[in-house]
C-alpha cells in the first residue's frame, strides 16, 4: 500500500482525518455525502461508475471508500471483489451503502470484502461513526505492521550482535586463556616472559571470568529469541551431582569452602537435558561462592516429593538483601554483596528459564541463615 505521505492534502495548512472515495451513480447522493464528510475534515473524491472508481484509486490510494451497489455496467460487488484482489488496493477498508436490505445482500458484501454496510436512506451520524471506526482499526492496523517491522529490524540486529560477541570476542579471549593455562602448566615456558605465577594465575581468573560473562549474555539473548531447546535424555540426577562435586573440587578448596550433597535413595530417573541443569546447578554454586567469604558450607539436598523431583541448594553465608528478593530472578539483577568478581545479574535469570523450560519452579526460599534456593521438576516418563 502507498505510504500516508501519497494521500496527503495539497494545502499543507489543513489537517485532514482522512481520505475517502465516494463512489454511487446518483449525482444527490454524491453531493450530499461529500458535503457532510468535507464538513468533518476529511477530503473527498467523488465517481459516478465502478470503473471511474478503479482508475481513482490507482491514481491516489484512498483511506477508505464508500461503495453503493447498485451502478450500471459494473456494480459494487464487482468493483469490490477486483479492488480486493489487487495486493496494492487490497487493505483499503470498503464500506458499502445501499438501498438494498435483504440479508443475502448484506451477507454478500462481506463475502466480496466489506467492511461494513449502511442501508439507505442514512443517517449522517451513522455513516460518520462507521466511517471513523473503520479509520481507527486500520490506524491500529498500520501501527502494528510498524511495530513487526521495527521489532524484526531489532531481532536481526540482536542476531549479528550476538554474533560478533560469540565469535569476535569470545574467540580472543579464550585464545588467551588456553595460552595462560598452558604457562601455568609449564612452570619452564612460564619463566620464560619473566612474570610470576600469581600474576599469571589472576590473569587466567580473568580470562574465565570474561568468558563466563560473554557466555551468559550470549544464552540469555538466545534464549529470549528462540527459547530454550531441551536436548531431554534420560537422567540420574544423583550421578550428575556427584560429578558436579568431582568438578568442582578444585574451586571448593581455592575457597575453603565445604559441598555436602544429601541425595535420597533410591531417587527415580528423570527425563531433563543434563547439560542445562548442570549450569543450573554451576550458576547456584558460583552465586554463593562469590557473594560469601570463606569457609561456606554448601549442602544440596534431593528427594523425590509426590510426582516431582525436589532439589534444594542451601548455604550458611551472608543470604539475600531484603531489596533483591522480588526481582532476583529478573534479567540484570545483581547482589548487593558483589565483592570482587562482579556480574551482569544473568545467572539467576538464566536459571529460571532453564527450569521453566523443564516446566518446572525456581524459588528462594525463606532461611534463618545463608540463602536457601529450590527447584522442582516433574517426573517425565523416561523413554
Not at 495486493?87 to 463475502?111: E, G, H, N, W, Y
Not at 466480496?112 to 490506524?139: C, T
Not at 570463606?294 to 516431582?308: A, F, G, K, N, P
Amino acid at each position: 500500500m502507498m505510504s500516508n505521505s501519497s494521500r496527503a492534502n495539497n494545502n499543507p495548512g489543513e489537517k485532514l482525518k482522512g481520505n475517502i472515495l465516494v463512489v454511487d451513480d446518483t449525482p444527490d447522493n454524491l453531493r450530499l455525502l461529500a458535503l457532510m464528510l468535507s464538513e468533518q475534515g476529511y477530503r473527498v473524491r467523488k465517481t459516478l461508475n465502478g470503473q471511474m472508481a478503479l482508475k481513482t484509486v490507482q491514481q491516489m490510494l484512498p483511506d477508505l471508500i464508500l461503495l453503493d451497489i447498485n451502478m450500471p455496467e459494473m456494480n459494487g460487488y464487482e468493483v469490490c471483489t477486483l479492488l480486493k484482489a489487487d495486493r496494492l488496493t487490497q487493505d483499503i477498508p470498503i464500506i458499502f451503502i445501499s438501498a438494498l436490505d435483504d440479508v443475502l445482500d448484506k451477507v454478500r458484501a462481506f463475502q466480496v470484502g466489506g467492511s461494513d454496510y449502511i442501508i439507505k436512506p442514512f443517517q449522517g451520524e451513522e455513516v460518520l461513526a462507521r466511517i471513523e471506526h473503520q479509520l481507527v482499526i486500520q490506524r491500529q492496523k498500520h501501527q502494528l505492521q510498524a511495530e513487526i517491522a521495527e521489532r524484526q529490524k531489532a531481532e536481526q540486529a540482536l542476531q549479528i550482535y550476538l554474533h560478533i560477541v560469540s565469535h569476535d570476542l569470545r574467540n580472543p579471549v579464550l585464545g588467551m586463556a588456553m595460552i595462560l593455562k598452558n604457562f601455568l602448566k609449564n612452570p619452564t615456558s612460564a619463566s620464560e616472559i619473566s612474570l610470576p605465577r600469581p600474576i599469571l594465575e589472576r590473569m587466567s581468573q580473568s580470562c574465565d571470568r570474561q568468558l563466563a560473562l560473554i557466555n551468559s549474555l550470549v544464552e540469555s539473548q538466545h534464549f529470549d529469541i528462540k527459547g530454550v531447546i531441551l536436548n531431554r535424555q534420560s537422567l540420574d540426577f544423583g550421578q550428575l551431582l556427584h560429578q558436579l562435586a568431582a568438578e568442582w573440587e578444585p574451586i571448593l578448596t581455592q575457597h575453603q569452602a565445604q559441598l555436602n550433597l544429601k541425595i535420597a535413595d533410591p531417587l527415580p530417573l528423570i527425563t531433563a537435558d543434563s547439560n542445562l541443569l548442570w549450569r543450573v546447578l554451576e550458576n547456584l554454586l558460583a552465586n554463593a561462592l562469590k557473594h560469601n567469604t570463606s569457609h561456606l558450607t554448601i549442602t544440596i539436598q534431593v528427594e523425590q516429593r509426590d510426582q516431582s523431583l525436589h532439589c534444594q541448594i542451601q548455604d550458611n553465608g551472608v543470604g539475600i538483601h531484603p531489596d533483591l528478593v522480588e526481582l532476583l530472578f529478573e534479567r540484570y539483577q545483581r547482589g548487593k554483596n558483589i565483592g570482587k568478581t562482579p556480574g551482569l545479574g544473568l545467572g539467576l535469570y538464566l536459571c529460571r528459564q532453564i527450569i521453566e523450560a523443564h516446566d518446572g519452579q525456581i524459588a528462594l526460599l525463606p532461611s534463618s541463615e545463608g540463602a536457601t534456593f529450590a527447584f522442582c521438576l516433574p517426573l517425565l516418563p523416561v523413554s
